[in-house]
């Protein structure tokens, strides 16, 4: 099985999280860096 990570599944998988999360995935984009994998929970 090959799981594939594309912007439709990345959509579908922010569709099921949190705003608060939604949030910080848009900060991380912004800045690059997967600083919001560590600031999901504040």
Do not use: D
């Not at 990570?5 to 984009?29: A, H, R």
């Amino acid at each position: 099985m090959q799981l594939l990570l594309t912007t439709s599944s990345i959509q579908k998988i922010l569709g099921i999280l949190s705003e608060e999360v939604q949030i910080n995935y848009f900060i991380f984009k912004r800045e690059g860096k997967f600083l919001f994998l560590s600031n999901t929970k504040i």
